[in-house]
């Protein structure tokens, strides 16, 4: 029974500092992914350029555009 009291104790004082830990590391981990998942400049223009769909709007779906081609008369290479 008197584990069971001092451990509880030992979880009523460490709460406080594992919400301070969390506020100071919860930013730091946001900072890591924000600097390691950043793309380069121009990347997703070079990758559509290099599967050949430099020409098409990115946030057209294929089946829209291909409607889109056959009423402005444009001629569609895939």
Same mark, same amino acid.
């Given at each position: 029974?008197?584990?069971? =009291?001092?451990?509880?104790?030992?979880?009523?004082?460490?709460?406080?500092?594992?919400?301070?830990?969390?506020? =100071?590391?919860?930013?730091?981990?946001?900072? =890591?992914?924000?600097?390691?998942?950043?793309?380069?400049?121009?990347?997703?223009?070079? =990758?559509?350029?290099?599967?050949?769909?430099?020409?098409?709007?990115?946030?057209?779906?294929?089946?829209?555009?291909?409607?889109?081609?056959?009423?402005?008369?444009?001629?569609?290479?895939?």
């Amino acid at each position: 029974m008197l584990l069971h =009291v001092y451990t509880a104790n030992l979880i009523m004082l460490l709460i406080p500092f594992t919400k301070i830990a969390h506020c =100071v590391l919860a930013p730091l981990s946001q900072l =890591v992914t924000a600097i390691a998942w950043k793309f380069p400049a121009g990347a997703g223009d070079r =990758v559509a350029a290099t599967l050949g769909y430099a020409d098409r709007p990115t946030w057209l779906p294929k089946a829209r555009l291909e409607i889109a081609t056959a009423v402005h008369g444009k001629v569609d290479n895939q």
